[in-house]
């Protein structure tokens, strides 16, 4: 089945700092990718989506492309705040159950100010 | 912006006991998710649904029953609770059209003792 891989289980950065989360993923079906945001005492909220490969998704700064050849998509942002500090997932969706997606298992941003 | 709401927010039962968690969304959303949070696993999809008595299976459906008995309305159900069910709940729907965005509700947070 689908499985999504995300490595970075926590991230400490500096105000200003860049950040780069990477995440892998394993389909049969053409993917859609998005990236999941989740604040404290909130649910998950969509940030970005991406259904083209080496085709960027952008949103709140935050960035967002996938490498078919290498199965890996990633978020990027160049210069975090405070206010980014949360937990990201990366999330696959079914090409063909459009409706079910995968996730991650999460990567906590703490910024500091 | 698309609404679900959850109740209740917190529920501490013992082992063996029934609970029901509630969900509803007011978006005229065919779709509708149940979840599970757990810390090193991020999201795993319990149950979900795509209208008024229908139900599909998930990733980990052991010990869970679910009813949609509406379009709006969504439970899930443990009815001999366990203590590996102590978890962070999400509800969640989506127009189901082919990848299109969950929206969450803020999450039912269970404990079993």
């Known amino acids: 089945g689908d499985s999504v891989t995300q490595m970075q289980g926590q991230v400490t950065l500096s105000e200003d700092d860049f950040l780069f989360i990477n995440c892998t993923y394993s389909?049969?079906?053409?993917?859609?990718l998005f990236w999941y945001v989740q604040y404290p005492g909130e649910g998950p909220q969509l940030l970005l989506k991406?259904?083209?490969?080496?085709n960027k998704g952008i949103s709140r700064g935050f960035e967002a492309t996938y490498d078919k050849g290498t199965t890996s998509f990633h978020l990027q942002k160049a210069s975090v705040q405070e206010s980014d500090s949360a937990v990201y997932y990366c999330?696959?969706?079914?090409?063909?159950?459009?409706?079910?997606?995968?996730f991650g298992t999460g990567t906590s941003l703490l910024v500091d100010p | 912006e698309a609404a679900v709401t959850q109740s209740p927010r917190n529920k501490v039962t013992v082992t063996g006991g029934n609970v029901t968690l509630s969900c509803r969304q007011t978006?005229?959303?065919?779709?509708m998710y149940w979840y599970r949070q757990d810390t090193g696993h991020g999201l795993r999809l319990i149950h979900y649904?795509?209208?008024?008595?229908?139900?599909q299976i998930g990733d980990v459906p052991d010990g869970y029953k679910a009813t949609r008995t509406t379009q709006e309305d969504f439970f899930l159900l443990l009815e001999l609770a366990s203590p590996s069910q102590t978890s962070l709940y999400f509800c969640?729907?989506?127009?189901?059209?082919?990848?299109?965005?969950?929206?969450f509700g803020h999450g039912t947070k269970l404990s079993v003792l």
């Open positions: 969640a729907s989506s127009s189901g059209q082919g990848n299109e965005r969950l929206f």
């Open positions: 389909t049969t079906w053409y993917p859609t």
């Open positions: 991406v259904t083209t490969a080496n």
């Open positions: 999330v696959l969706g079914e090409g063909n159950m459009g409706y079910k997606l995968t």
């Open positions: 978006n005229s959303h065919n779709y």
């Open positions: 649904s795509y209208g008024a008595g229908n139900l």
